[in-house]
């Protein structure tokens, strides 16, 4: 990771097609080069209120930031029974462990609430400060929050590869 920080941004939409929309706009600025590695997921809420992960996207394995990121934010936001795909393992712990301790409660909290009140939600997780990259991109979305995660590099790069072994059995 090449600072000490992640960002993290959440968008709420009326349908999954938007979010799609919004997914393909935010791999078209990495693309060009607007956005450092990312990782990103379309969210979906059932029927029954269980989370469920609709499409998973991250375009390399060559940054720091690639694979569970979106697995562990979902983690911290929602208790495991809510949570379609499946456990969280060890080494996913490890990298919880950082979002944790880069977000305060009050942003949990807020993160939480703000997610329950739509039914898809676009996840990115990036090494670039998201919510500036993608001010003109990302427009579909009904409401969006962006948050800064402090995280030190090294530990979080070391426990991201863990993770990341992990995380390609569930995916």
């Known amino acids: 990771m090449a600072g000490d920080g992640m960002f993290l941004l959440l968008t709420v939409y009326d349908s999954k097609e938007e979010a799609k929309e919004d997914l393909d706009a935010v791999h078209d600025l990495y693309k060009a ?4 590695t990312y990782d990103a997921a379309i969210v979906v809420k059932d029927e029954k209120g269980k ?16 694979g569970a990121s979106v697995g562990a934010v979902l983690s911290i936001l929602f208790p495991p029974s ?3 795909f499946g456990a969280v393992g060890a080494a996913t712990g ?8 880069g ?16 039914e898809v939600a676009l996840i990115v997780v990036a090494e ?10 990302i427009r579909k979305g009904t409401k969006q929050l962006a948050k800064e995660i402090k995280a030190e590099s090294k530990e979080f790069a070391k426990d991201l590869e863990a993770a990341e072994k992990e995380w390609e059995t569930q995916f």
Request: proline share 2%; charged share 30%; aromatic share 8%.
């Open 51 to 66: 989370i469920n992960i609709d499409k998973y996207e991250k375009p390399t394995q060559a940054g720091a930031l690639a």
């Open 33 to 36: 080069e607007a956005l450092k």
């Open 103 to 118: 977000m305060s409660r009050g942003d949990v909290k807020e993160l939480g609430e703000f997610l329950d009140d739509g």
């Open 94 to 101: 490890g990298l919880i462990g950082h979002f944790w301790k």
């Open 128 to 137: 670039t400060n998201i919510e500036e990259a993608t001010k003109k991109a």
């Open 82 to 84: 809510l949570l379609a």
